[in-house]
């Protein structure tokens, strides 16, 4: 019997031994690289905190004891010692297990995660809300402890120096955990920084320093001021010995580094917090991709996969499709790799997602113009708005549900002085097992009104290139929203015409219904619309390309022939291109049509397959035919 089959909540944890906790974080390892190589998911990142969430949860009692990640994309582990293992084979499936924390799926899952940098925040407002609520509680009866967990990379976003700077200046009992496995302090971890952790977690330290203030307080006139100078000169001499001078003077008690797969100390350093009255953080280094060698090796890689053989790796194990397809993100890095070298004035801008962008072909060959601004969307934004004033072209690749953290500094800073920044909005629409968090529903919605913005969406790869390609050429902000997947290039009838700006392009001729298609719901219409031609019903196929200005000039004398019109788009109907459409045909006062517009209903989209999801929200190629097929009442 394995181990964690023994495990219905961390309280099982707490009666193993050292030995069994070790043995226990290979078993949790086998299982999440296993499951992830059949489910995709977040491996690398996983492997890294194994032994952190076993002493985590050894030494804290969860749920009582409050830990959030952040992110969650490392919560593997976690989500195996809360009960979850019978369930963790539905991982990332549709109605199964989340890879990320949900507060709807286990009474552990405390904050709903999916984006960065937020569990600082979160967990000084559960801090926070815990005081308020519970009064003073007498000094004998501990609080509750408050854990935010939260990654090296996730600590480049303002945000998360936003909680920090809040939560030292309100002093509550705050943990953070820094989980770093790529800062340049590493190499600090040993045996004087471990020393040093001991001490400063063991009772005899805490113990000198409360008498020592004490002492020191009781000099009469000039107590006060030797305790700030003893103070300062404490924290000057952890700042010579440690790399935790920064969150020192943000207000924090500063632990570390220490080694974050040594279950032992771990337990140990996490033992010392449980009387902290103070914000204080813990530097834990670990091994992104532990215990598996390919992620080890090339933990970016391993960062979020799809599906692999577990024995032979991703790259030696798993063949591309033979066909000519390439994912729109390769196509997108490949083109604009092109247009740089022959104009010298574009540069590309990412949030920490090179790899993720296609741009690391981009950052190897022109990496003086290539720039990763780290988790801090806004800043990208503005930082390529302030290179537009100096006679550059940025375009910056940003993932849709990532940029709706960048909301503010598109309106103020790049549009209202219009700009010409070229936002490349990759993973727009259904992304599949990533879930609610990621799902790029909703850029049309939150970018459609902004003035001075152009927004297009290209049918295919091929048409990715060519809008690109245009975008630059113009003096203003472009917004392109492409999805994720793959696409072919060159042999669609859609990549046949150069782009017009604010033209969209017939593909079909028809008298019965008029079906306006964004983006790569335009294949799925066309073959919808082939079913219907089967059926006698003569459907027009219009590949909108244009969100923003839309061709009002060939939608409305189509919608006036046809009397029946259907939009299509992979995205919330609330505000989206649909709703463009509708506010077009009302501002032509075009009476008597109808019109079916098939996008995402008022809701967020769950986990689980493109395809599965697509089906469900009737904008797959079946869910287009069978909406016709009502409007035109055929039988």
């Not at 890879?99 to 286990?106: L, N, V």
């Not at 060698?293 to 890689?301: G, I, L, Q, R, T």
């Not at 962008?357 to 601004?373: H, Y």
């Not at 008029?514 to 983006?519: C, E, K, Y």
Request: net charge negative; charged share 20%; glycine share 10%.
């Amino acid at each position: 019997m394995k181990l964690i089959e023994s495990i219905e909540s961390p309280t099982d944890l707490k009666g193993m031994n050292i030995d069994n906790l070790k043995a226990l974080a290979e078993e949790l390892r086998e299982i999440i690289i296993h499951r992830v190589s059949q489910n995709g998911g977040h491996l690398a990142s996983s492997l890294g905190v194994v032994e952190l969430t076993i002493a985590l949860h050894y030494v804290f009692n969860s749920p009582i004891d409050k830990i959030i990640w952040d992110v969650g994309h490392q919560c593997y582990a976690h989500k195996l010692l809360t009960g979850r293992f019978k369930d963790f084979h539905t991982l990332r499936r549709q109605y199964g297990l989340s890879g990320f924390p949900r507060r709807s799926e286990s009474p552990h899952d405390i904050f709903g995660t999916g984006h960065s940098s937020t569990s600082i925040s979160a967990s000084l407002g559960i801090v926070v809300a815990r005081d308020i609520l519970q009064g003073n509680p007498k000094k004998d009866v501990p609080k509750n402890k408050v854990i935010a967990v939260i990654g090296d990379g996730a600590m480049t976003s303002g945000l998360a120096f936003e909680g920090l700077n809040h939560a030292g200046h309100l002093k509550k009992d705050l943990i953070v955990i820094l989980n770093d496995n790529e800062m340049s302090i590493s190499p600090n971890v040993g045996a004087l920084s471990n020393y040093l952790s001991r001490i400063q977690t063991g009772s005899f330290y805490k113990k000198i320093k409360k008498e020592t203030k004490a002492l020191l307080e009781g000099i009469p006139r000039i107590g006060g001021t030797v305790t700030k100078i003893a103070e300062r000169a404490e924290g000057s001499l952890k700042g010579f010995f440690l790399p935790g001078g920064l969150f020192l003077d943000l207000g924090f008690n500063y632990l570390g580094p220490i080694d974050g797969h040594d279950i032992p100390l771990l337990i140990e350093t996490l033992r010392g917090l449980s009387d902290v009255a103070e914000p204080t953080l813990v530097h834990v280094v670990t091994t992104k991709g532990k215990g598996y060698k390919f992620s080890e090796e090339d933990p970016c890689v391993y960062h979020g996969t799809g599906p692999f053989d577990s024995c032979a790796g991703i790259r030696n194990g798993t063949k591309e499709d033979e066909n000519v397809s390439v994912a729109y993100s390769e196509i997108f890095g490949k083109a604009l790799l092109e247009l740089a070298l022959k104009d010298p004035r574009i540069t590309a801008v990412t949030a920490a997602m090179k790899e993720g962008t296609g741009l690391s072909d981009f950052a190897t060959t022109l990496p003086d113009r290539f720039f990763d601004v780290g988790i801090a969307e806004p800043h990208a934004v503005t930082f390529a708005a302030g290179m537009a004033t100096g006679g550059l072209k940025p375009v910056v690749a940003i993932y849709s549900t990532f940029l709706q953290r960048a909301y503010d500094e598109i309106v103020h800073d790049v549009c209202l002085q219009n700009l010409p920044v070229v936002f490349a909005i990759d993973r727009a629409g259904i992304v599949g097992e990533d879930g609610a968090t990621h799902q790029g529903i909703f850029d049309i919605a939150y970018l459609r009104h902004i003035p001075n913005l152009v927004i297009m969406s290209p049918a295919d790869g091929g048409e990715l290139q060519k809008m690109l390609s245009f975008a630059l050429t113009l003096d203003s902000p472009v917004a392109i929203r492409f999805p994720r997947g793959k696409s072919l290039i060159g042999q669609d009838k859609s990549t046949t015409e150069d782009i017009a700006y604010g033209k969209s392009q017939i593909l079909l001729s028809g008298k019965d219904i008029l079906l306006l298609a964004l983006g790569n719901t335009v294949t799925r219409a066309l073959k919808a619309a082939e079913r219907l031609r089967q059926r006698g019903i003569e459907a027009a196929l219009i590949n909108a390309r244009f969100i923003k200005p839309l061709d009002v000039d060939t939608i409305i004398p189509l919608a006036r022939l046809t009397g029946r019109v259907i939009t299509i788009e992979e995205h919330c109907l609330a505000g989206g291109f649909g709703s463009a459409v509708l506010e077009a045909l009302s501002n032509h006062s075009l009476q008597g049509l109808q019109v079916k517009r098939l996008g995402i209903e008022d809701c967020f989209v769950e986990h689980g397959l493109q395809q599965s999801l697509r089906a469900k929200h009737g904008i797959d190629e079946e869910g287009i035919y069978q909406a016709a097929l009502s409007m035109t009442q055929a039988v």
